[in-house]
Nanobody, 128 residues
């Protein structure tokens, strides 16, 4: 059974950092592209970042550039989202999502409907 489990969320003050993890089970991340999305209360789910199956292609939303970094450790079957200089507007539930991809692939996707598997989410709250 294919599963994604996010962790690493929490309460942090503005300017602080968090590292989110997305652990995959039931399939190898060598064959998947991964995306991170954020959903704030009453708002749509917004794309934050993505990484290709090879790890060679990454992409960040404009709001995340210069502050967030996405990376993957395929040996641990885990994708990370390092978030620095956090702002209140970064608050929300963060979801990781996966889509099958060829090994060595260099594509990742912005649209949520391109992803077939989703985790349960981890809450991030940025507040003083």
């Amino acid at each position: 059974q294919l599963q994604l489990v996010e962790s690493g969320g929490g309460l942090v003050q503005p300017g602080g950092s968090l590292r989110l993890s997305c652990l995959a089970s039931g399939f190898s991340l060598d064959y998947t592209a991964i995306g991170w999305f954020r959903q704030a209360p009453g708002k749509e789910r917004d794309w934050v970042s993505c990484i290709s199956s090879s790890g060679g292609k990454t992409n960040l939303a404009d709001s995340a550039k210069g502050r967030f970094t996405i990376s993957r450790d395929n040996a641990k079957n885990t994708v990370y989202l390092q978030m620095n200089s956090l702002k209140s507007e970064d608050s929300g539930v963060y979801y990781c999502a996966a889509v099958r991809a060829p090994p060595g692939g260099r594509n990742c996707f912005v649209m949520a409907n391109r992803y077939h598997y989703w985790g349960q989410g981890t809450q991030v709250t940025v507040s003083s």
